[in-house]
Structure formats: structure tokens, C-alpha cells
């Protein structure tokens, strides 16, 4: 069942929660909540983080494991191998995971727009030329690594491992590939003008 009220571009309906989600990515289970516009840099950094902690922890186990296993004087335990065992999954799982979600980062998609295809691609084939004409470039709201970069984890690049920090845009209104460039033409402008202004 859809929401009867206009519907902002990116924001798809969430079944589960019954209501349509800024920039929704996922319904996660886990946290039985949407990944949308508002969480998801809390989520990328938590799989960040969880990623690394997992690694850590498999490295000190498959250390620990070994070190035992070259003494002869005590055994490598029940408890050693079942954690190692567990934890290996567990890491190569989460690893994958997180790298899906950086080459989604990196082109400033969502799970959604990955996998149904860019609901707004007709919008800009039909009424923008994208800058480049390289078939790679295929997704109107991917602007180049940097700017997807802070289109996602914020303006300031000191927060973009705090999970507390602002992130960029209310939801509604995104950059594409055609709007993108006349900024960046606007703003190369204003710096020249406020360069021979100041000289």
C-alpha cells in the first residue's frame, strides 16, 4: 500500500514501516528501523566500525589459537575454537557488507536505486545532458567521489568518522549530474570575482 500524498524524489514507501523514507536504502531488521537520509552515515559508520572490531577480534583469536596450539603444554580450548570459528564468518560476512555499502557510497546510490534501477534517469535523459558522456556515468546523483563523499558523510571532512556530526541537505532536494555542474561553474565564478576583487 502507497501513501496517497506527493512523493519527494528518492523516497520510496517502506512496507514495514508504512510510510514513505528520505533517501531510503533498506527496512533493516536488525534495528527495526528504515536506513534513510537521516541515519545512514550512523549505519555506514557503524559497519565501519563493526568490520574493524570483527577483524581485530579474529586476528587475536586465529593469534591466540596458534600460540597455544605451538605449546605443548596446554591444549587449544573448546572455547577458542568455537569463538575463531564463529568469528571468521562472521568477519567475511560483515566485510562484504561493508564494501557494498562503499561502492554505494561511492556512487551515491541506495540498495533500492541499485537494484530497481534510478527512478529519476528518464528525468535526465530527457530534460539534462549529463556532463560527461562516458557510459559509466549512468546515475544522476553520482557527482564524483569527493562530492558523494560529502553528500553522504557531510560537509566537514574532520566528522566523517564521528557518527555524531551533521550531515548535508534536508532529504527533499538532491544534486543530480546536470544541476551539479552549473554549481560548480557558479561557484569557479564567484572565486575568480572575489579574486580580482581582492587583488
Not at 536504502?25 to 572490531?53: E, M, P, Q
Request: aromatic share 10%; charged share 15%; proline share 5%.
Amino acid at each position: 500500500k502507497k501513501c496517497v500524498r506527493h512523493n519527494p524524489p528518492r523516497a520510496p514507501h517502506c512496507r514495514q514501516c508504512n510510510k514513505c523514507v528520505l533517501r531510503m536504502d533498506h527496512h533493516c531488521v536488525w534495528v527495526n528501523n528504515c536506513i534513510g537520509h537521516r541515519n545512514y552515515k550512523s549505519f555506514f559508520l557503524f559497519l565501519l566500525y563493526i568490520t574493524c572490531a570483527c577483524w581485530h577480534a579474529s586476528y587475536l583469536l586465529a593469534w591466540h589459537v596458534w600460540s597455544i596450539g605451538d605449546s605443548s603444554t596446554s591444549p587449544v580450548g573448546v572455547a577458542e575454537v568455537f569463538s575463531l570459528t564463529l568469528c571468521v564468518p562472521l568477519t567475511i560476512s560483515l566485510s562484504v557488507l561493508f564494501a557494498w555499502h562503499c561502492y554505494l557510497v561511492s556512487n551515491n546510490k541506495t540498495t533500492i536505486e541499485h537494484y530497481e534501477g534510478v527512478r529519476s534517469s528518464s528525468l535526465l535523459e530527457g530534460h539534462l545532458a549529463p556532463l560527461h558522456s562516458t557510459p559509466k556515468n549512468d546515475h544522476p546523483y553520482s557527482l564524483g567521489l569527493r562530492a558523494n563523499l560529502r553528500e553522504i558523510l557531510g560537509p566537514r571532512i574532520v566528522c566523517w568518522l564521528l557518527p555524531g556530526c551533521s550531515i548535508h541537505g534536508d532529504g527533499l532536494v538532491f544534486a543530480n549530474v546536470g544541476e551539479y555542474g552549473k554549481w560548480r561553474a557558479a561557484k569557479t565564478k564567484k572565486e575568480d570575482e572575489l579574486t580580482l576583487l581582492g587583488e
